[in-house]
T-cell receptor, first 115, second 108 residues
Framework: DAGITQSPRHKVTETGTPVTLRCHQTENHRYMYWYRQDPGHGLRLIHYSYGVKDTDKGEVSDGYSVSRSKTEDFLLTLESATSSQTSVYFC??????????????FGSGTQLSVL | RKEVEQDPGPFNVPEGATVAFNCTYS??????FFWYRQDCRKEPKLLMSVYSSGNEDGRFTAQLNRASQYISLLIRDSKLSDSATYLC?????????FGTGTSLTVIP
């Protein structure tokens, strides 16, 4: 299994509070991604990173920010959590992000509940 | 319009049956294609890549039709342990797009 660790695994928080989720990889892969998974929507891209300090928005980036200060760490921050951000969050990594046979590997996920 | 579309199912099949899942994608420039398996409350895991020539891994066969922008997965001799959600995934540039998944339950 790819070396990807997400923390925390579960989080319950209140509306309006800031929340940071962490993804740590030991594979030295260039690309890192944050997805959320909700019933009926499948996995949707929030933000991704293609290198240290290099990030870009995905399909559902509103209300989220990210940072990547080291190759191995990719942080997802909800500045002011809302109930619509209750979801399962997955971090994923990819060696080069593109090209034939490029694959994604996932962390175990974080279940976030915003009350 | 969704990038990747799948029949959500659910598919309920008896042990030993053959079952096929289909997926279509909208961008003809898509570069690579995969099937992932996701168990309840777990992360998606790569099942197999999909090639135009077709590829087989034991009881699983994947096929890609670029002209029709269509991907398929065939599972033969279904086992109880095959029960899961199967996700069709397409790589475009540096992003990956997911279908909503097809739910399979194999019944004893």
């Amino acid at each position: 299994d790819a070396g990807i660790t997400q923390s925390p695994r579960h989080k319950v928080t209140e509306t309006g509070t800031p929340v940071t989720l962490r993804c740590h990889q030991t594979e030295n892969h260039r690309y890192m991604y944050w997805y959320r998974q909700d019933p009926g929507h499948g996995l949707r891209l929030i933000h991704y990173s293609y290198g240290v300090k290099d990030t870009d928005k995905g399909e559902v980036s509103d209300g989220y920010s990210v940072s990547r200060s080291k190759t191995e760490d990719f942080l997802l921050t909800l500045e002011s959590a809302t109930s619509s951000q209750t979801s399962v969050y997955f971090c994923a990594i990819s060696e080069s992000g593109r090209g034939t046979n490029e694959k994604l590997f996932f962390g175990s996920g974080t279940q976030l509940s915003v009350l | 319009r969704k990038e990747v579309e799948q029949d959500p199912g659910p598919f309920n099949v008896p042990e030993g049956a053959t079952v096929a899942f289909n997926c279509t994608y909208s961008n003809s420039a898509s570069q690579s294609f995969f099937w992932y398996r996701q168990d309840c409350r777990k992360e998606p895991k790569l099942l197999m890549s999909v090639y135009s020539s077709g590829n087989e891994d034991g009881r699983f066969t994947a096929q890609l039709n670029r002209a029709s922008q269509y991907i398929s997965l065939l599972i033969r001799d279904s086992k109880l342990s095959d029960s899961a959600t199967y996700l069709c995934v397409v790589n475009e540039g540096n992003q990956f797009y997911f279908g909503t998944g097809t739910s399979l339950t194999v019944i004893p």
